[in-house]
């Protein structure tokens, strides 16, 4: 249920993207929808697998990958 639910948020921000483009305010809000339904899918998998989850340190935002991503501005 919740993998068909993810499937459906991605299909909406894939064409509010095409229509709005990257960078609206629809398509941010659907991509954190999405990021909040795979976080829980995520969890239910370690859950049922019994690993632990680690969190990301706050310096791991400092990588090299990070600073090639271009931002869009939402506001």
Not at 52 to 57: G, L, V
């Amino acid at each position: 249920m919740l993998k068909e639910k993810m499937e459906a948020v991605r299909r909406k921000m894939e064409e509010a993207a095409k229509v709005l483009g990257l960078g609206h305010p629809k398509v941010y809000q659907l991509s954190r929808e999405l990021d909040q339904l795979h976080n829980q899918w995520e969890k239910e998998c370690a859950r049922r697998k019994s690993e632990k989850i680690y969190r990301i340190h706050p310096h791991a935002s400092q990588t090299k990958e990070r600073a090639q991503i271009k931002m869009y501005n939402v506001g």
